[in-house]
């Protein structure tokens, strides 16, 4: 019943999100940018733009510009939040690719950096007036979410361990889609629930910032309106 | 001695502090509107639709349809914080809604509400709410109290530009009637008269003959500003202050004095006697479009080889990322100019051939730091590498000036602050606003002159210098401490030497 319950939330989830996110995505490409945009000074070429997305992506580098300590916290969370995901590839990779394997420890240590990551992002939510008042019941609920994925998490690592050999079969078996019997431990059902909510608010909310960075025009876009012709209706 | 005024002007104080948020401290603040008369050129409604809500949300819709800026910065904002102290009117206010996510957030309520399914279902939750006449009445405010002068876009780790939010809120409330009468009148008048002042072709060809006549006075050199002339060269377009505000004028004598020198031939135009482009402060790309075509008419009427323009921010933003789109190709120009160039541009490229010479001891009363504009600075560029438009200017001055000094680092470059009247709210309707919104500038300033007796600021934008010359003496300085680079470079310049 837990099994099937879970098992099935998880395929409603993933359609949901591939779903949802690659529709926006579309939006996103058809919607056309009429004008050159890009924030000065700027990258000259395509190559650079890359390159600007990509110090965005890893190093968030303008919000290091910003906020330091927005910065630290930020980078912490999703780096952790990064890196643990990867660990999860355990359970969807048999026999477990060698990287994976070799990222097991670190993964750990990841665990923490995204719930303290997480935690100074609440705290300055909280504490700095400024950042208070822009602050939706939602922006809260959102970083409550990551905290009980993350925290749960670390439950199961370090206090109440779970069975994680039957996890795997139970991941193994629904990929197939023939799950085999979950834990029926709390700790493990909450995690998951709670993944399963983030999978499904993730196309509507404003975790679009991860699609939306790409299609920034104030990022992506080159400095070469002299030398390229920026038509009307183009990209 | 400080100006007197009705409000309180913000202190000067030694470290730049960011305030503690004081709510509806700028609600009052609210430009004229604008009158049947000022909308219907710009083909907006002369008044207050009547089914003002329906024509605004769908307005709105075709706008993400249009702007995928707009689209995506309504998605991808996460209330990080980032932005919350890098504007100038919420440094200078302290009112919240003058914090770019919080402007933003004007807009995005309604988007959320309207187009978004938890806005939708779950409104309390998300922070949606309805488009009500409050609401329209709250978007008229604040987004007049944003310069878009994109220095939050720098900050953003998205990039989000709050420059598009207001310029698509902005037109959207000009598309149900209600338009702010600053801006409207003014690009009436350019289409009407060719240029934001209203000065008609004749009073154009009197003020410079005039100027010539003052050069020759001062110089005893015949250096010309030539009007209409067929076969020029060089078109130049500029700020139509340019041709009498003070301290623009002297940036006009400038450039004259530098093409004389360099002997090159070149016109001004009374067609299209204006570089500025308030269409794009309204967020209209057709208005900007029709208020840049007179340029290319212009060119190609006068056959020059080169487009040249004056010192002016948003209109070297407009000329340099928008025209080509707008007005282009500009395939009719000498391929050693293919794109029109920035007056400093011109006049760097001048100095480096050897073509002009300096006395920079004219300049030794002066000590000179200069102040990035916002459009050209974050917009747009000048020379051929990133950052051009930071080095160029202080190359022009340096060349021209033996004593200069830059302001605090933050303050300059990509995080330069706005003079606090960009954006179409030169206006006195909006004088508080302004002064305000001047603080952190004049704070930055006021250290330099401390520090190293700074004497002169001097700029690259008509509005700049109108905005200084207004706000200066609030802050007890001196209106004249505002000048043009061009007036620096036309006073070391050395006039009918051999070259």
Redesign the interface.
Known sequence: MLTALIAGLFYLATATLTIGLAR?IL??AR???????P??????SRAGVAARLLR?VVL?E??F???KW?WLF?WLFHFGMFVALLRHLRYFTDPVWGWVAWIQSAGIYAGFAMVIGLAG?WA??ML????R???????H?MLALLLGIGGSGLLMTYVWHTDIVALKAFVQGWMRFRPGELPADPVLVIHLLLVICLML?FP???L??AP??F?????NQA?D??ER????G?A | MAVKAEFDIPVITNVPRTPGLREGAMAHSRPFVAKADHQEPLGFPGELVEDWHDRAIGRMGELLGEYRSLQVFMDACVKCGACTDKCHYYLGTADPKNMPVARQDLMRKVYRRYFTFAGKFFPRLVGAVDLTEEVLGEWYSYYHQCSECRRCSVYCPYGIDTAEVTMAGREILASVGIGQKYSNEIIGKVYKIGNNLGLPEPALADTLEGLEEEVKEDTDVDVRFPLDEQGADVLLVTPSADFFAEPHVDGLIGYAKVFHQAGIRWTLSSHASEAANFGLFIGSQGNMQRVAMRIREAALELGVKRIVVGECGHAWRVAYSYWNTLIGPFDFLDPDYPAPQHVCEATWDLVQQGALRFNRENNDDKVVTFHDSCNVSRASRMGSMPGGQFLIPRELIRAACNHFVDMRQETIHEGTFCCGGGGGLLTDDLVELRVKGALPRMQALHEVIEQHGVTHMAAICAICKSQFTKVLPYYDLGMDMIISIHQLVGDALELGVER
């Open positions: 926006k939006v996103y919607t056309p940018a009429p004008l050159k945009i924030t000065t000074p700027a990258p000259t965005e968030f303008s919000l510009k910003a906020s927005t930020g992002l300055r939510r700095v007036d400024r950042v008042y822009i602050s939706a019941p939602s922006d609920l608010v509507i909310s404003k679009l910032h939306g960075l299609f920034s025009p104030t990022r400095d309106p002299r012709r920026h038509l009307p183009g």
